[in-house]
């Protein structure tokens, strides 16, 4: 990762290990090892819209991650994968603000 190890961040995991991740016009593709691709859905996410092409084929160690603020997030696009060694915690509940209270839920595909 090319940013400071003291530094903090919480962001999705979008990409598995030997899965590859591939953001092409304005969607999020997710290739399996088998081969399989889907297109990530994220219904936590209010009119995004993801601009240029990236792909990153993962290694058995490594994750790719994305933050919520895609227009200004600093993350797998900027650093690369993650690898697991890198990740030190899991987010379930939202508390801030307290009006927005909830629970992360997993994120669902859509098989092409």
Same mark, same amino acid.
């Given at each position: ?14 990409? *598995? ?7 092409? #016009? ?6 399996? @090892?088998?081969? =399989? ?28 991650? *994305? ?7 600093? #993350? ?6 993650? @690898?697991?060694? =890198? ?26």
């Amino acid at each position: 990762m090319a940013v400071d190890p003291a530094e903090r961040f919480i962001k999705r995991i979008i990409g *598995l290990p030997a899965e590859t991740v591939e953001i092409k #016009d304005g969607q999020i593709f997710i290739t399996n @090892k088998l081969g =399989e691709q889907r297109v990530l859905k994220e219904s936590y996410l209010e009119n995004v819209v993801l601009f240029g092409t990236t792909k990153q084929v993962l290694a058995q160690d490594e994750y790719f991650v *994305l933050g919520d603020n895609r227009m200004n997030s600093s #993350d797998s696009r900027r650093w690369g994968a993650v @690898k697991k060694q =890198e990740i030190i915690g899991r987010v379930l509940i939202r508390a801030w603000p307290p009006i927005q209270l909830d629970y992360f839920q997993a994120p669902v595909y859509e098989t092409l």
